[in-house]
Protein backbone atom coordinates (compact mmCIF):
# COMPACT_ATOMS: atom_id res chain seq x y z
CA UNK A 1 0.00 0.00 0.00
CA UNK A 2 1.93 2.92 -1.48
CA UNK A 3 -0.84 5.23 -2.33
CA UNK A 4 -0.26 9.13 -1.34
CA UNK A 5 -2.68 11.71 -2.15
CA UNK A 6 -1.46 14.69 -4.55
CA UNK A 7 -3.10 18.34 -4.77
CA UNK A 8 -5.34 18.97 -7.72
CA UNK A 9 -5.57 22.25 -10.25
CA UNK A 10 -8.50 24.29 -8.30
CA UNK A 11 -8.17 22.81 -5.32
CA UNK A 12 -9.16 19.48 -3.64
CA UNK A 13 -7.12 16.24 -3.63
CA UNK A 14 -6.45 12.62 -5.49
CA UNK A 15 -5.07 9.13 -4.68
CA UNK A 16 -4.82 6.65 -6.76
CA UNK A 17 -6.34 3.32 -5.21
CA UNK A 18 -6.23 -0.42 -5.60
CA UNK A 19 -9.15 -2.60 -5.19
CA UNK A 20 -7.86 -4.09 -1.88
CA UNK A 21 -6.97 -0.73 -0.67
CA UNK A 22 -10.73 0.80 -1.68
CA UNK A 23 -12.38 -2.43 0.40
CA UNK A 24 -10.05 -1.80 2.85
CA UNK A 25 -10.67 2.16 3.59
CA UNK A 26 -14.77 1.38 2.59
CA UNK A 27 -14.56 -1.61 5.78
CA UNK A 28 -12.83 0.38 8.29
CA UNK A 29 -14.90 3.90 7.67
CA UNK A 30 -18.30 1.20 7.89
CA UNK A 31 -16.82 -0.27 11.05
CA UNK A 32 -16.41 3.54 12.48
CA UNK A 33 -19.99 4.02 11.51
CA UNK A 34 -21.00 1.41 13.76
CA UNK A 35 -18.93 2.17 16.38
CA UNK A 36 -20.06 5.40 16.70
CA UNK A 37 -23.49 4.30 16.46
CA UNK A 38 -26.64 5.39 14.52
CA UNK A 39 -27.79 9.28 14.93
CA UNK A 40 -30.97 10.39 16.59
CA UNK A 41 -32.93 11.39 13.86
CA UNK A 42 -35.61 14.15 14.65
CA UNK A 43 -39.13 12.53 14.63
CA UNK A 44 -41.16 13.95 11.62
CA UNK A 45 -42.73 17.03 12.28
CA UNK A 46 -40.07 17.93 15.43
CA UNK A 47 -39.16 21.25 15.79
CA UNK A 48 -35.89 21.34 14.66
CA UNK A 49 -34.65 23.91 16.67
CA UNK A 50 -34.98 21.47 19.83
CA UNK A 51 -32.82 18.82 18.37
CA UNK A 52 -30.20 21.71 18.36
CA UNK A 53 -30.65 21.65 22.37
CA UNK A 54 -31.29 17.66 22.93
CA UNK A 55 -29.15 16.99 25.39
CA UNK A 56 -26.44 14.02 25.30
CA UNK A 57 -24.89 11.67 27.39
CA UNK A 58 -23.52 13.26 30.78
CA UNK A 59 -20.92 9.92 30.99
CA UNK A 60 -17.83 9.46 28.76
CA UNK A 61 -17.80 5.79 26.81
CA UNK A 62 -16.89 3.01 28.26
CA UNK A 63 -15.32 1.67 25.37
CA UNK A 64 -11.97 2.63 25.58
CA UNK A 65 -11.71 3.58 21.80
CA UNK A 66 -14.69 5.43 21.95
CA UNK A 67 -13.49 7.39 25.11
CA UNK A 68 -10.66 8.09 22.60
CA UNK A 69 -13.05 9.54 20.06
CA UNK A 70 -15.27 11.63 22.59
CA UNK A 71 -12.52 12.34 25.23
CA UNK A 72 -12.87 13.82 28.67
CA UNK A 73 -13.31 17.88 28.14
CA UNK A 74 -11.40 18.54 31.43
CA UNK A 75 -9.13 16.83 33.83
CA UNK A 76 -5.82 17.34 35.34
CA UNK A 77 -3.23 15.56 33.59
CA UNK A 78 -0.81 15.63 37.04
CA UNK A 79 -3.71 14.06 38.91
CA UNK A 80 -4.22 10.89 36.73
CA UNK A 81 -7.93 11.11 37.71
CA UNK A 82 -10.07 14.27 37.96
CA UNK A 83 -11.52 15.91 41.02
CA UNK A 84 -15.33 16.51 41.67
CA UNK A 85 -15.24 19.88 40.22
CA UNK A 86 -13.44 19.07 36.84
CA UNK A 87 -15.64 15.67 36.21
CA UNK A 88 -18.54 17.87 36.76
CA UNK A 89 -17.40 20.31 34.18
CA UNK A 90 -16.54 17.60 32.11
CA UNK A 91 -20.48 15.96 32.27
CA UNK A 92 -22.15 19.08 31.66
CA UNK A 93 -19.49 19.96 28.95
CA UNK A 94 -20.47 16.34 27.22
CA UNK A 95 -23.84 16.41 27.50
CA UNK A 96 -24.09 19.85 25.35
CA UNK A 97 -21.82 18.69 22.53
CA UNK A 98 -21.54 14.90 22.76
CA UNK A 99 -24.17 14.85 19.91
CA UNK A 100 -22.74 17.35 17.60
CA UNK A 101 -19.35 15.81 17.39
CA UNK A 102 -21.17 11.80 17.10
CA UNK A 103 -22.94 14.11 14.10
CA UNK A 104 -19.29 15.49 12.45
CA UNK A 105 -18.00 11.94 13.04
CA UNK A 106 -20.88 10.17 11.50
CA UNK A 107 -20.46 12.78 8.33
CA UNK A 108 -16.91 12.30 8.22
CA UNK A 109 -17.53 8.42 7.69
CA UNK A 110 -20.31 8.76 5.40
CA UNK A 111 -18.49 10.79 3.13
CA UNK A 112 -15.67 8.27 2.92
CA UNK A 113 -18.00 5.43 2.11
CA UNK A 114 -19.87 7.63 -0.55
CA UNK A 115 -16.64 8.87 -2.07
CA UNK A 116 -15.62 5.35 -2.05
CA UNK A 117 -19.21 4.31 -3.66
CA UNK A 118 -19.06 6.51 -6.45
CA UNK A 119 -15.49 5.67 -8.16
CA UNK A 120 -15.63 4.36 -11.28
CA UNK A 121 -12.88 1.04 -11.08
CA UNK A 122 -10.60 0.83 -14.00
CA UNK A 123 -9.69 -2.35 -16.00
CA UNK A 124 -7.19 -3.64 -12.52
CA UNK A 125 -10.30 -2.78 -10.12
CA UNK A 126 -8.61 0.50 -8.81
CA UNK A 127 -9.77 3.86 -9.66
CA UNK A 128 -8.33 7.59 -8.60
CA UNK A 129 -10.12 9.43 -6.24
CA UNK A 130 -9.97 12.90 -6.75
CA UNK A 131 -11.71 15.10 -4.06
CA UNK A 132 -12.96 18.37 -3.64
CA UNK A 133 -11.62 20.32 -0.68
CA UNK A 134 -15.03 20.18 1.12
CA UNK A 135 -14.81 16.40 1.05
CA UNK A 136 -10.95 16.51 1.98
CA UNK A 137 -11.89 18.04 5.26
CA UNK A 138 -14.14 14.77 6.03
CA UNK A 139 -11.47 12.88 4.65
CA UNK A 140 -8.97 14.14 6.99
CA UNK A 141 -11.52 13.86 9.93
CA UNK A 142 -12.34 10.22 9.30
CA UNK A 143 -8.91 9.35 8.74
CA UNK A 144 -8.19 10.83 11.97
CA UNK A 145 -11.05 9.21 14.04
CA UNK A 146 -9.79 5.87 11.98
CA UNK A 147 -5.96 6.14 13.84
CA UNK A 148 -7.00 6.93 17.26
CA UNK A 149 -9.65 3.55 17.10
CA UNK A 150 -6.79 1.11 15.82
CA UNK A 151 -4.20 3.18 17.97
CA UNK A 152 -6.57 2.58 20.65
CA UNK A 153 -6.84 -1.18 20.13
CA UNK A 154 -3.40 -1.70 19.30
CA UNK A 155 -2.36 0.07 23.00
CA UNK A 156 -0.10 2.68 20.46
CA UNK A 157 1.72 4.89 22.75
CA UNK A 158 4.98 7.17 22.67
CA UNK A 159 6.84 6.24 19.32
CA UNK A 160 9.64 5.03 21.79
CA UNK A 161 7.23 2.48 23.31
CA UNK A 162 6.18 1.38 19.75
CA UNK A 163 9.37 -0.01 18.44
CA UNK A 164 8.21 -3.57 19.04
CA UNK A 165 4.81 -2.67 17.73
CA UNK A 166 6.23 -1.85 13.90
CA UNK A 167 8.53 -4.87 14.31
CA UNK A 168 5.89 -7.72 14.58
CA UNK A 169 6.27 -10.74 12.49
CA UNK A 170 3.86 -11.56 9.84
CA UNK A 171 2.44 -14.65 12.00
CA UNK A 172 1.42 -12.44 14.72
CA UNK A 173 -2.37 -11.73 14.46
CA UNK A 174 -1.62 -7.55 14.75
CA UNK A 175 0.10 -6.93 11.66
CA UNK A 176 -2.57 -6.38 9.67
CA UNK A 177 -3.69 -3.37 12.11
CA UNK A 178 -0.76 -2.00 12.76
CA UNK A 179 0.26 -2.11 8.91
CA UNK A 180 -3.43 -0.25 8.21
CA UNK A 181 -2.19 1.95 11.15
CA UNK A 182 0.70 3.00 9.59
CA UNK A 183 -0.68 3.19 5.86
CA UNK A 184 -3.65 5.68 7.10
CA UNK A 185 -1.04 7.92 8.73
CA UNK A 186 0.50 8.26 5.60
CA UNK A 187 -2.79 9.14 3.86
CA UNK A 188 -3.33 11.47 6.59
CA UNK A 189 -0.22 13.22 5.90
CA UNK A 190 0.15 13.29 2.60
CA UNK A 191 -3.55 14.54 2.28
CA UNK A 192 -2.72 17.34 5.16
CA UNK A 193 0.16 18.56 2.43
CA UNK A 194 -2.08 18.90 -0.11
CA UNK A 195 -4.11 21.35 1.54
CA UNK A 196 -1.46 23.43 2.83
CA UNK A 197 -1.06 26.79 0.86
Not at 99 to 119: M, P
Request: with cysteine; hydrophobic share 40%; aromatic share 6%.
Amino acid sequence: MSSHFEPLDGGGAAVALDEVEIAILRSLAVQLLELIGPGDEPAEGADPLAALFAEGPSEPPSDPALARLFPEAYADPEAGTPDDELRAASSEFRRFTENDLRTRKREDALAVVRSLDALTPAGDGGAVLELPADDCLHWLGALNDLRLTIGTRLDVGDEDENEDLYRLPDSDPRKPMVMAYLWLGALQETLVETLMP
